[in-house]
């Protein structure tokens, strides 16, 4: 069984809850511990729940929380490339057990095994992740410029894909970030637009169960304009892609308990509609 709940996701701070074969690990620390803590509060776990945590890489919105996770959780196993341990160390971050990851080398997990991709983004050493268990796969691929041959070949077969849909090319446009903020955003070692999604969908092998569109910009992008930009796709795809259950992720709010690899819960039979009832998306239904 492979899951995963976004705690909150998007240029102000992403965090997530893994659930890998019966264990839990957190997925980037870019909210406030507090915040993290209230969640899993919610969900009836402590810090003493957590088998680890995972780094994707050392930028803000994705580490922010990171340091009093640590001083609170003990020597709670951290995976990250060795670059962005580098990084968390230049910043002052102590960190008693890093378990470095490697772009290409498969690691083990109790009941689970994932491999780190390289993503094209403006970090030390960044990494996308595919999980594996019981012939399930989950790929995670956020905070990146472009879609890149490996993007592809590990996202390609996976049954749950979480992808980054940061921006609207009109929004950023008119949007207030200065010069240099849009063209980073838009460099290829910056962060997706909407239509980008479509690169990567396109190329799959099969129809993944679930699709998560997650890092979206609060200045330069809202879910509507995300899902739109995939109508277009969905619409010429015909029933390829019409079982596919589409999530979008929000900043200040948990999203829904995603999983693959067992029955999924009823409640996720609601569909986005429930949460962004301006979205229209009659070509989706939920994949049960």
């Known amino acids: 069984m492979i899951g995963i709940t976004f705690i909150g996701s998007g240029s102000k701070g992403n965090a997530a809850l893994l659930e ?8 980037d620390a870019g909210l406030s511990c507090k915040r993290i803590k209230d969640f899993l509060d919610q969900r009836h776990l402590d810090f003493s729940d957590l088998s680890g945590v995972f780094i994707t890489h050392e930028h803000d919105d994705h580490i922010k929380g990171l340091r009093v996770l640590l001083s609170r959780a003990g020597e ?16 002052g971050l102590e960190v008693p057990n890093h378990v470095e990851i490697v772009y290409g080398r498969r690691h083990e997990l109790e009941g689970c095994s994932f491999l780190p991709f390289k993503v094209p983004h403006d970090a030390t050493e960044p990494a996308g992740l595919r999980f594996e268990s019981s012939n399930k796969i989950m790929a995670l691929a956020t905070d990146l410029g472009h879609v890149t041959p490996e993007v592809l070949e590990n996202m390609k077969d996976a049954d749950l894909v979480c992808v980054e849909s940061n921006y609207d090319e009109d929004m950023l446009r008119t949007s207030s970030y200065p010069a240099w903020l849009k063209r980073r955003i838009r460099s290829p070692m910056g962060h997706l637009p909407n239509e980008g999604v479509r690169g990567i969908l396109s190329r799959m092998n099969k129809v993944p169960e679930v699709l998560v569109l997650m890092h979206i910009s609060q200045e330069s992008n809202t879910p509507a304009l995300a899902v739109d930009a995939l109508e277009t796709f969905f619409s010429n795809s015909g029933a390829r892609f019409r079982t596919a259950h589409l999530s979008v992720t929000s900043q200040d709010q948990p999203g829904e308990r995603l999983m693959i690899g067992s029955v999924l819960p009823e409640n996720l039979k609601k569909t986005l509609l429930d949460k962004h ?11 049960c």
């Open 20 to 27: 890998l074969a019966n264990r839990y690990y957190l997925l």
């Open 76 to 91: 709670l196993p951290l995976y990250c490339t060795r670059g962005t341990m580098c990084a968390l160390n230049a910043r």
């Open 277 to 287: 009832e301006r979205i229209d998306q009659p070509f989706l239904k939920v994949a």
